[in-house]
T-cell receptor, first 118, second 111 residues
Framework: GAGVSQSPRYKVAKRGQDVALRCDPI?????LFWYQQALGQGPEFLTY????????KSGLPSDRFFAERPEGSVSTLKIQRTQQEDSAVYLC????????????????FGDGTRLSIL | DAKTTQPPSMDCAEGRAANLPCNHS???????VYWYRQIHSQGPQYIIH???NNETNEMASLIITEDRKSSTLILPHATLRDTAVYYC????????????FGTGTRLTIIP
């Protein structure tokens, strides 16, 4: 079956430009996560949605980062006025876990968007 | 900060069992141990998880010590495709909670 799909796969932008990264989770998955992975490091949490509700955005590094999931399926991570330190791989993960059923379901990851800021 | 300690790198001969250790001495009673791996240029792939008992699936086995302070991931017959970074993660309800990755173990399978 289809897994988590992220687009674009690669994105190059000039410093100061705005970018939008898309995540299509596995169909029916309630939970959706965004992570940022710098070169040579493990992924770091950015934000978490349960359906359309953003329940945790504690990992967003600045107010230039904004995420949304308006209909509880596709999610977009937007970065405004990009800086060179924003260069990283941005990973999206989804899970079928929800508070009303078996909640300990694994997070399934997409292959990420590699963002390079020049 | 990550709550686990793993060796930075390991080698294993193709066809042999790969045993990846993980220390998690501060694990609490309701926390699980999860293993993911990340092959170059791909997203992390879920392998297995456990709470107290040893677990086995089609990919690997997870052995958790009785005091739960450490565990070992076992790939029974390593292939070249198993070359990856392996992450041991400790956490609660991982479907609804963020995963805290460390730097993992870079496993290289040698032909």
């Amino acid at each position: 079956g289809a897994g988590v799909s992220q687009s674009p796969r690669y994105k190059v932008a000039k410093r100061g430009q705005d970018v939008a990264l898309r995540c299509d989770p596995i169909s029916g998955h309630v939970s959706l996560f965004w992570y940022q992975q710098a070169l040579g490091q493990g992924p770091e949490f950015l934000t978490y949605f349960q359906n359309e509700a953003q329940l945790d955005k504690s990992g967003l590094p600045s107010d230039r980062f904004f995420a949304e999931r308006p209909e509880g399926s596709v999610s977009t991570l937007k970065i405004q006025r990009t800086q060179q330190e924003d260069s990283a791989v941005y990973l999206c993960a989804s899970s079928s876990a929800n508070p009303w059923a078996d909640s300990n379901q694994p997070q399934h990851f997409g292959d990420g968007t590699r963002l390079s800021i020049l | 900060d990550a709550k686990t300690t793993q060796p930075p790198s390991m080698d294993c001969a193709e066809g042999r069992a790969a045993n990846l250790p993980c220390n998690h001495s501060t694990i609490s009673g309701n926390e699980y141990v999860y293993w993911y791996r990340q092959i170059h240029s791909q997203g992390p792939q879920y392998i297995i998880h456990g709470l107290k008992n040893n677990e086995t699936n089609e990919m690997a086995s997870l052995i958790i010590t009785e005091d739960r302070k450490s565990s070992t991931l076992i790939l029974p017959h390593a292939t070249l495709r198993d070359t990856a970074v392996y992450y041991c993660i400790v956490g609660g309800d991982f479907g609804n909670e963020k995963l805290t990755f460390g730097t993992g173990t870079r496993l290289t399978i040698i032909p």
